[in-house]
């Protein structure tokens, strides 16, 4: 027992990892960089009316050429570990054949510099940013995409597993299937209920090629998937609204965690939209359910869900319903204790082996003082009570492994343009000069072991 330091005031094991989230659209601009090809999100971007005032990542918060000045910032905030994504478009730029390699040259300089630092690299395979060409070629709803990611998967183990042990297959794939191709608000904007789901069923099996390819490739990395799993509460005790509550979780959760666990799709959720179907092979249940080492959450908020009359605004005939609740600027119910539930949610229904929170964070107003100095009360109380109750599952035997809160920096944050701001540091979007938040000392105090 060492004595010179005060015990861990949160309750967590002293091995738990702590860590900060990112993506590649979102932070590292330099999109014509290097031989990096067209993704759906430069695309997207400049349709007019997709993002908020026409923004897009063209510059973003400059990482790409700024991430010395990241690394340094995640050193000095004392994290074990940095969650970024790969740009498959720098890494192929249509989408298939040999890799490039300045791009491949960028992620292991990277990785490099994060190791130098003593930080764990956490790459994320695919967060969003699906090459131009393929999406031409019919995108996600396609099941040739699944094998292109299989490839692209492969390429990027064989030349960086060696340095990079942690891997994320695909992040919230239900963003990339619902948001992207039934509601239209992610690119690449489609409006089709029915590429969605085929779209759902690549997804998952583009997750477990990849798991294979890893396994392959670079066999003592580990690898799992990010979702974005919710239960959200009936608005009242209505028939109606519980069934809308229980399809909005299934939608959420089961769809996706039933298959990863060998479980295949759940039959209530598919009976309940006879106009969709999945387009399953031979095989595809089994490859989608290989065994991956642990399972990446990301929690933002729990909700209230109503019946609504099905339409193009609410395909699946449910909404989100008012509530009392406090909210962050994403409109977002700041609900902590939801975390907590969640987790212990998962580990009780599917046979998971480990847990990690991938992102967690705030949007806020964050108006800086006349000092320049961002005094984020409200982010730092965000951060402190969802730690709290993630600590809560994590003591009553949920094996949570480790905590990554969006976001290092300020960044792009999709149809929201730079509006929504999530970082514990603030990012000039002129100058991309780098400001750390009250919330950034916060967390570097809490990592230390001296929080809440
Ligand atoms: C998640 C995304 C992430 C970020 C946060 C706020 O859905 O994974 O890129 O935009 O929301």
Redesign the pocket.
Known sequence: MRTDVRPRADGLPEDFVWGC?T?AY?IEGSTGADGRGTSIWDVFSRRPGAVLGGMNGDLACDSYRRWKEDVALLRELGVGAYRFSIAWPRIQSGGSGSPNAAGLDYYRRLADGLLEAGIEPAATLY??DLPQPLEDAGGWPERDTAYRFADYAGLVLRALGDRITTWFSL??PW?SSHLGYALGIHAPGRKDRGAAYRAVHHLLLAHGLAVRACRSAAPGARIGI?L?TATPRPATRRPEDRTAASRAADERTALWLDPLYGRGYPERHLAAYPEVSMPIEDGDLATIAEPMDFLGV?Y?SEEAVEAAPVGPEHPEGFRVAQSWREKTE?GWDIAPEGLGRQLEHIASTWPVKALYVT?N?G?FPDLAGPDGRVRDRDRIEYLRSHIASMAGAASRGVPVRGYFT??LLDNF??SHGYS?R?GLVAVDLVTGERRPKDSFWFYRDLVAGFGS
Do not use: D, L, P, R
């Open positions: 989230s993506a979102q967060h969003w992040n919230e963003c990010v974005n990301n933002y994403m992102e964070g949007a969006w976001s944050e999709w929504k999530f």
